[in-house]
């Protein structure tokens, strides 16, 4: 006998069917399950949202609709604060309860505050669930329970405790909602008033996202990760940074999937791999719960010692930089690629991001919101993490001093130019010697193309002296 006759499910970065913790415990505990998702002005909210994520947002909402479909269910899409409209909902199908998975940034966890008080005034329960992670930041503490600032203790712990298991396919949601509920029409860009997306965009929805991360596994990419993950040309990583960003695949099962490729691993390569990617899902749960524990870091740097201090880069260099024409060859490639697909190589999200901070002294918090702007995979915790390593103020950052060098990045992780040439055209028909070391001379490396706007030696001098002077007050 079900504990509940209705209840409603609200979807958030949980957009699938398939090991959805919370929807799992609604469809077992209820005999009718109301799926819901409250479409918010985020463009008020946030002013950090872009035509490409929002664009694919719509597609996994179409996507989730029809597969909900399947279940002899519908999606109940709303627009509005989500406290408010799920009050309503709950009036209109008198839901005995509310279920949802927890979020983790401070916009997230306001809003989750408003609906328990919401639940709490009406007198129902209000039940929330872990599953955006492997661990909450409060399960991965210090031996004297605070929050780790650093992030190898931080994942020597991560990666020793036990792993929740995944949930496996869901075959019900009881009972149809009743036809009379009203439902907004799957969104387009026009509700966020937002042009079309340029971006090339993956396939949006669950079925997409499961069939990249079955390519990722068993296409061999995952088991050759450590020697090729920072080579940006072709497809060396994952590209499961929106499938995890909106909930298209669950965190647990691609855990579950990676320790199976690993027992079953026949090189010693091989289990590296697969070991080091693993690592880069704690470093995504390290950011998390950086926000967690801190979450000024959205407002201010993480390192007090750099609070304050002046950030003299012009707004014509950033608007260049933007642009991918700064006349260095692999920042261009990478602000091009952005623009372009809405996906930037991590190997080069460091390069272009240290390049802003640190050779045209833009603030961070620019470079910030122009990633949430055009990333698919925008996401606040390691956006705001990745800024603020590159620029040497955050958690476990970067030593200020360390900057890296354009050029011999391009050297290391380009060498035959074959990243450059894909997303800087006019670089195409040049060899790839020519783009390794700055021009002589003052002569362009190719028509068309501009010198660099800036002496890489000069300027990480300039930072030296600009951090260092901060640092002594």
């Known amino acids: 006998m079900p504990q509940y006759k209705t209840v409603i499910h609200w979807f958030r970065r949980d957009l699938r069917l398939m090991d959805n913790t919370a929807l799992h415990h609604a469809a077992k505990e209820a005999a009718q399950v109301i799926p819901a998702y409250v479409l918010s002005d985020w463009k008020s909210q946030h002013g950090w949202t872009g035509s490409t994520r929002q664009q694919f947002l719509c597609g996994c909402l179409d996507s989730l609709s029809k597969n909900l479909e399947t279940l002899s269910s519908r999606l109940i899409l709303r627009c509005g604060q989500a406290d408010v409209e ?18 983790y940034d401070p916009y997230g966890r306001e809003m989750e505050k408003k609906l328990q008080e919401v639940c709490n005034r009406i007198g129902i329960p209000c039940h929330s669930y872990k599953d955006r992670v492997l661990h909450e930041a409060d399960e991965v503490l210090t031996g004297s329970g605070g929050p780790y600032r650093v992030y190898t203790p931080y994942s020597r712990n991560w990666l020793g ?105 026949t090189t010693p390569d091989a289990r590296t791999s697969i070991e080091t990617y693993i690592k880069e899902l704690a470093w995504r749960e390290f950011y998390l719960a950086i926000l967690w524990h801190y979450p ?10 750099f609070r304050g201090m002046p950030w003299p880069g012009s707004d014509e260099d950033f608007q260049t930089w933007t642009q991918g024409r700064t006349g260095f060859p692999i920042v261009d490639a990478g602000m091009r690629e952005l623009l372009a697909t809405g996906f930037v190589h991590n190997r080069v999200r460091m390069i272009v991001s240290m390049f ?18 055009h990333l698919l995979d925008g996401e606040n915790a390691s956006n705001n993490g990745g800024w603020q ?9 970067a030593p200020y001093f360390r900057i890296q060098n354009p050029w011999t990045q391009t050297k290391r992780y380009d060498p035959d130019g074959s990243y450059i040439r894909t997303w800087v055209p006019e670089l195409k028909n040049v060899s790839a010697e020519r783009f390794m070391d700055p021009p002589k001379d003052n002569r362009a490396i190719a028509p068309g193309y501009p010198l660099p706007i800036v002496d890489h030696s000069t300027e990480r001098d300039r930072t030296l002296a600009i951090f260092a002077k901060h640092r002594g007050k």
């Open 296 to 305: 000024e870091v959205f407002d201010e740097e993480f390192a007090p010692e």
């Open 86 to 103: 799920l009050e309503r909902l709950i009036h209109e199908t008198q839901a005995e309860a509310v279920y949802y998975n927890r979020d």
């Open 389 to 397: 390593w590159s620029a040497g103020t955050g958690a476990d950052a």
């Open 356 to 373: 802003l901070t640190k050779d045209l002294h833009c603030h961070w918090r620019l470079g910030e919101s122009h990633f949430m702007q």
């Open 161 to 265: 405790l036990n792993k929740t298991a995944s949930l496996g396919k869901l075959t019900t949601l009881g009972q149809a909602p009743d036809p009379a509920i009203k439902s907004l029409p799957v969104p387009t860009l026009e509700h966020w008033q937002l042009p079309e997306a340029t971006a090339i965009l993956p396939a949006a929805g669950e079925r997409a996202a499961r069939e990249r991360m079955k390519t990722f596994i068993e296409n061999r990419t995952l088991h050759a990760y450590a020697q090729k993950r920072n080579i940006p040309a072709g497809v060396t990583t994952s590209r499961l940074g929106q499938d995890l960003r909106f909930g298209l695949i669950s965190i647990r099962e691609l855990h579950e999937r990676c320790m199976a490729a690993a027992a079953l691993a």
